[in-house]
């Protein structure tokens, strides 16, 4: 699979605060992926340098083949789409002398009216800017980072305020963009929209990559939860041949168990009854991106 961005060892420091700190990953040509995290976790910092509106302090970036050492760059005007946060558009224009106007910086842009149909837009095109709603300027902004039939696309946030319906068609465009063969790489901080769009995850927190994969590889096994015991510790112990396992201050004792089919879930319920624990509250769930985004960023939430 080709890779259309690769970034290596990002660092960007402000101030006294380190917004980006080692951030390595990649994104794949015909792939979708979302940048995942907290408000101030680093997911626009990263992106921004990635765009080469800002510089990073350290680390290496590579677009398309090319490693971005200067923010103007022709040939990457070219082959890149790039959405801010809060859409960075002008306010006075209307919103299709907006669009025409990036349309015609590209030598092959997309169909205007396929494009506003699709991000069911096709009733405001007349309407200056700053007379738009909040979610439709970030259609609006989808669209002119769209426009050009990017390589790849760079989108920040591009559900922010966008109602259910909207964000359902932007998804829809995204797909059918990143089918075309294209590289979308987004931020976001709703586990939804990573669950639902993403064929890779990256998980930042703290300005660090904390996980990165897809969605099965992240939430893959189940969660183990044990209460009502009569000797956490020598439940833990019981467990732990099994898989790793922790016991918390309240004596309640949780696995991650990588397999967890009918013959493995008999087998510790057995020994867990031979050593005394018959009567401990056995619970299994099915781990969830959501729930293994949680467990990474709990420390620092």
């Given at each position: 699979?080709?890779?259309?961005?690769?970034?290596?060892g990002?660092?960007?420091?402000?101030g006294?605060?380190?917004?980006?700190?080692?951030?390595?990953?990649?994104?794949?040509?015909?792939?979708?992926?979302?940048?995942?995290?907290?408000?101030?976790a680093?997911?626009?910092?990263?992106?921004?340098?990635?765009?080469?509106?800002?510089?990073?302090?350290?680390?290496e970036?590579?677009?398309?083949?090319?490693?971005?050492?200067?923010?103007?760059?022709?040939?990457?005007?070219?082959?890149?789409?790039?959405?801010?946060?809060?859409?960075?558009?002008?306010?006075?224009?209307?919103?299709?002398?907006?669009?025409?106007?990036?349309?015609?910086?590209h030598?092959?842009?997309?169909?205007?009216?396929s494009?506003?149909?699709?991000?069911?837009?096709?009733?405001?095109?007349?309407?200056?800017?700053?007379?738009?709603?909040?979610?439709?300027?970030?259609?609006?902004?989808?669209?002119?980072?769209?426009?050009?039939?990017?390589?790849?696309?760079?989108?920040?946030?591009?559900?922010?305020?966008?109602?259910?319906?909207?964000?359902?068609?932007?998804?829809?465009?995204?797909?059918?963009?990143r089918?075309?063969?294209?590289?979308?790489?987004?931020?976001?901080?709703?586990?939804?929209?990573?669950?639902?769009?993403?064929?890779?995850?990256?998980?930042?927190?703290?300005?660090?990559?904390?996980?990165?994969?897809?969605?099965?590889?992240?939430?893959?096994?189940?969660?183990?939860?044990?209460?009502?015991?009569?000797?956490?510790?020598?439940?833990?112990?019981?467990?732990a041949?099994?898989?790793?396992?922790?016991?918390?201050?309240?004596?309640?004792?949780?696995?991650?168990?990588?397999h967890a089919?009918?013959?493995?879930?008999?087998?510790?319920?057995?020994?867990?009854?031979?050593?005394?624990?018959?009567?401990?509250r056995?619970?299994?769930?099915?781990?969830?991106?959501?729930?293994?985004?949680?467990?990474?960023?709990?420390?620092?939430?």
């Amino acid at each position: 699979m080709d890779e259309a961005l690769r970034v290596r060892g990002l660092t960007k420091t402000y101030g006294q605060r380190r917004a980006a700190d080692g951030v390595s990953f990649h994104a794949d040509a015909g792939r979708i992926t979302a940048v995942l995290g907290r408000n101030g976790a680093g997911k626009t910092t990263t992106l921004e340098c990635c765009t080469g509106l800002r510089t990073p302090d350290a680390g290496e970036i590579v677009v398309l083949g090319r490693p971005r050492t200067r923010a103007n760059d022709p040939w990457l005007r070219e082959h890149v789409g790039v959405m801010v946060q809060q859409g960075g558009l002008p306010m006075a224009p209307r919103a299709r002398q907006v669009l025409q106007h990036v349309a015609s910086l590209h030598r092959h842009p997309a169909d205007l009216d396929s494009l506003v149909g699709a991000l069911s837009l096709a009733d405001v095109m007349d309407t200056p800017v700053r007379h738009l709603s909040g979610g439709q300027r970030q259609r609006l902004a989808v669209a002119c980072a769209l426009v050009g039939r990017p390589r790849l696309a760079f989108l920040d946030e591009p559900s922010s305020g966008v109602d259910p319906h909207a964000r359902r068609d932007a998804w829809e465009l995204l797909r059918t963009h990143r089918d075309g063969g294209a590289a979308v790489v987004l931020t976001t901080h709703h586990i939804a929209e990573a669950e639902e769009l993403a064929d890779h995850v990256v998980i930042l927190d703290g300005g660090h990559v904390v996980a990165a994969g897809s969605v099965p590889e992240l939430a893959h096994g189940h969660t183990l939860t044990l209460a009502a015991l009569a000797d956490p510790a020598r439940a833990a112990g019981v467990v732990a041949r099994f898989a790793p396992c922790q016991v918390s201050a309240d004596g309640v004792v949780t696995a991650l168990l990588p397999h967890a089919d009918v013959a493995t879930t008999h087998e510790l319920a057995g020994a867990l009854a031979a050593a005394g624990e018959s009567g401990a509250r056995f619970t299994l769930a099915r781990r969830t991106l959501e729930s293994v985004y949680l467990d990474l960023t709990r420390d620092t939430e």
